[in-house]
């Protein structure tokens, strides 16, 4: 069924297959031929022609970085490190002291 409707994540392909237990097969295809234009519809477009909610699955998502994600975060952590250390290094002496006069 992911020929007919945009699948983006593991999300839309959990949904996808609980619309087809839900609606079947035969309705799951004339609602995405119906609401898709030059495109592919999204699942959530078909959820709202066929007029049903898809449920909010619980559980632990899969995640996967990627090597580009992975480069930005160490750079980040980087960034934040010499950012940490530069501010160190300018912080030797102490918040100066209030001066009152006390009469």
């Known amino acids: 069924m992911e020929h007919l ?14 619309l087809r237990t839900q609606v079947g097969d035969a309705a799951l295809t004339a609602a995405a031929e119906r609401c898709g234009g030059p495109a592919k519809p999204y699942v959530s477009s078909v959820c709202r022609y066929l007029g049903v909610t898809a449920p909010q699955f619980s559980g632990a998502r899969l995640h996967n970085p990627t090597a580009t994600a992975e480069e930005s975060l160490a750079l980040i952590r980087q960034i934040l490190t010499d950012r940490n250390r530069s501010a160190s290094l300018h912080r030797s002496e102490p918040y100066p002291r209030a001066k009152f006069n006390r009469t």
Not at 5 to 18: F, I, K, Q, S
Request: avoid cysteine; proline fraction near 0%.
């Open 5 to 18: 409707v945009r699948v983006l994540n593991e999300r839309d392909r959990r949904t996808l297959a609980w």
